[in-house]
């Protein structure tokens, strides 16, 4: 996996930068204006994997040049690699153990790094597990490099004492290099060339050698056959030449590759891609910009499906993936491009540039990076997509420009993106909620709807941002003319304090619930957001199975704040009638405050509760999820009345 890229001097990258790729997830995108670097970062990696011209920055051209270790523009990405993939492991080893451990910094690119190399740690990557290797090229040359950090005294020290020099680095960096393979498709791709079976880009997702099975259909009999057939025919034209003979300038006969690379060449070239539409096929040559893009897309996924044990770890890297799609069709592209990583083993990395702000919360499982561009440099700003508007509600008390421009765009774009979804003949289906806990929990209980009914999740950071969302979708999901037929669930736990709330009439497409305590079925229920029925207050994890809520008590340590929800569970006074945590715990209103503010408000212990919560299996599912099972889903015996 490539982790992130330090550039020098190329396009619109002058100096040295760092760009962040990934922290563990397979999912990459790059999000920003026309010009603002995101299309340079993957043509800088093609040409580091696959060669070519490079492009390199004018102004830095003009500024002096380029010549000088100083100076010379370099391309050099991280890599993440388990530590069985590698032979080399006396230099990997070293260089690694360097990098994990150091902080040398000459430029604001280390630091930067530094910052993922945190998240890399958070996410249970480490040095026992992966080596991190800083592999890279100078412009010009095709031996290892290290950059900056090459020039660090430490790691000149540890390679002196190791005997490690040129040589060995390039050992290593040609041994990585050889473990990938790096298939880019940029905007102006010729589709025609793309999608031949012959050219390098599908041999890579291919991930076999084609000319290995020509080779075993032609046969040895085969080729000696031929040989003895036209050297005889040669001979006979000879015999009728008296001062004239034909024979090889350096061979006198064909070899089994002579054959291989002719057959290679002349049958799949008359091979050309086709569309299948209602009973007829178009060449993909005729298709529209967008339908060509698509099929790119598609060829790429059904070739990594077709086989999902590789050889190499492909790095599948698309400009605008998204350009000349309608949105609807847009859903699909940002569909199986988040499956992608899924379907091989090893994983394949999936890297984009996009202007569509509407994947966001399409894509479950990756990080977006939207890309600035202040005092002529380029600044990064990123965030998960797991809980995105989350994320971006928090950064945007920082008020920077890209912060909210992403807020501004990603808001918008998310909205027609769940009216668009929820109008497609196959739908999707939606529940917003409050924050990363509840979206952790509902993913627990409802991953059948995830995976058979197309429900996606998304915490919008606060009730505030659930009742505003509910409003923006009520009217167009709600106009006849769309016919909508995916469903939007807007679901907030009961505060002491309620907020009204602007309840549009009944809806079939959409409906905003509470989830509220009940004394008289002594349970959790869901009720509508402007029920009369407003306390007491009850957050989710009141609302949780309570046999398992308590054994996930039992399993925290003692470290930080878990000492006090220990001892406000183990002196309750439990009611076995009651199933939610609720009833069962019987706490009174002191207890359930100081649970609430002295345990799960504070730090982040919500998320790490929920997390712990669902690495377990439950011995049951609340009442109140059933009915969101319902909503969505509902049950045969109710359509029968």
């Known amino acids: 996996m490539l982790v992130g890229l330090f550039l020098r001097h190329y396009k619109i990258y002058r100096a040295i930068n760092f760009i962040p790729i990934s922290a563990g997830a397979g999912f990459s995108a790059y999000l920003g ?13 093609d ?44 230099t990997a080893e070293a260089l690694s153990s360097y990098l994990w451990g150091t902080n040398y910094r000459t430029v604001d690119a280390h630091t930067e790094f530094y910052d993922v190399r945190t998240n890399l740690s958070a996410n249970g990557y480490n040095h026992d597990s992966h080596y991190l290797l800083p592999l890279g090229k100078q412009y010009g040359k095709n ?13 000149v020290k540890l390679f002196d004492e190791l005997l490690i020099g040129e040589s060995e680095v390039n ?65 006979e034209i000879g015999s009728s030449l008296k001062n004239y003979e034909y024979k090889g300038s350096y061979k006198n006969k064909l070899t089994m590759n002579d054959l291989v690379e002719k057959v290679f060449e002349a049958y799949f070239s008359i091979k050309i891609l086709h569309g299948k539409q209602k009973g007829h096929s178009i060449p993909v040559r005729e298709m529209s910009a967008g339908e060509k893009r698509r099929a790119l897309i598609d060829l790429s996924y059904s070739l990594l499906a077709r086989s999902a044990s590789r050889n190499h ?29 899924g379907i091989t083993s090893p994983p394949t990395q999936v890297l984009v540039t996009t202007h569509w702000y509407g994947f966001l919360p399409i894509v479950q499982n990756g990080v977006a990076h939207a890309i600035g561009r202040e005092s002529d440099k380029n600044s990064f700003y990123s965030f998960d997509l797991y809980n995105f508007r989350e994320k971006i509600k928090q950064t945007l008390k920082s008020a920077t420009p890209i912060a909210i421009d992403v807020e501004l765009k990603s808001y918008n774009d998310m909205i027609q993106s769940i009216v668009s979804s929820a109008i497609r003949p196959t739908p999707y289906n939606w529940i917003l909620c409050e924050g990363l806990s509840d979206k952790i929990y509902l993913e627990y209980y409802l991953s059948d709807l995830i995976e058979k009914e197309n429900l996606r999740i998304i915490p919008l950071g606060g009730y505030k941002e659930v009742r505003r969302t509910y409003e ?13 037929t995916g469903k939007v669930l807007c679901l907030i736990d009961t505060d002491a304090r309620l907020e009204a709330v602007n309840l549009k009439p009944t809806s079939k497409s959409i409906q905003f619930s509470r989830i509220i305590y009940e004394s008289i079925v002594d349970d959790c229920i869901l009720v509508n957001v402007d029920d009369q029925r407003s306390s007491p207050a009850t957050e989710i994890e009141q609302a949780l199975n309570a046999k398992h809520f308590v054994d996930t008590v039992t399993r925290l340590d003692n ?65 109140w999820v059933s009915e969101v099972v319902d909503y969505f889903r509902p049950r045969k015996s109710r359509k029968a009345k």
């Not at 990938?180 to 079976?197: G, K, R």
């Not at 890297?317 to 350009?323: K, L, M, N, V």
């Not at 923006?472 to 909508?484: F, G, S």
Request: with cysteine.
């Open 33 to 45: 204006a026309n010009g603002s670097g995101k299309s340079s970062i993957l043509d800088a990696l």
């Open 47 to 90: 040409k580091f994997f696959n060669g070519g011209d490079w492009s390199i920055n004018v102004q830095a051209k003009s500024e002096g040049g380029i010549s000088g270790d100083e100076k010379t523009p370099f391309i050099m990405p991280i890599f993440l690699v388990p530590r069985d993939k590698l032979k080399n492991s006396r």
């Open 143 to 155: 031996t290892g490099f290290i950059a900056t950090f090459g020039k660090d005294p430490a790691l």
């Open 171 to 235: 050992e290593l960096l040609s041994e990585v290099m050889g473990l990938y393979a790096y298939f880019y498709i940029p905007v102006e791709a010729d589709a025609n060339l793309f999608s031949a079976i012959e050219s390098r880009h599908v041999q890579k997702l291919l991930d076999e050698d084609i000319k290995e099975k020509i080779q075993k259909a032609i046969g040895a009999n085969t080729v000696s056959t031929i040989n003895t057939s036209l050297l005889q025919f040669v001979n």
């Open 313 to 341: 770890t492909v790095i599948l890297a698309i400009d605008e993936p998204d350009a000349s799609l309608h949105t609807s069709a847009c859903h699909d592209q940002f569909s199986k491009l988040a499956e992608i990583p």
């Open 472 to 484: 923006y979708l009520w009217q167009p999901l709600n106009d006849p003319a769309y016919r909508a």
């Open 559 to 623: 470290s930080g704040t878990n000492q006090v929800i220990k001892d406000i569970v183990s002196a309750a006074s439990i009611n076995n009638s009651s199933t939610s945590v609720f009833g069962h715990l019987d706490l009174g209103p002191s207890a359930t405050k100081k649970m609430m503010e002295e345990y799960f408000d504070k730090d982040d212990n919500k998320v790490k509760f929920a997390r712990l919560y669902v690495a377990e299996n439950s011995v049951g599912i609340p009442s």
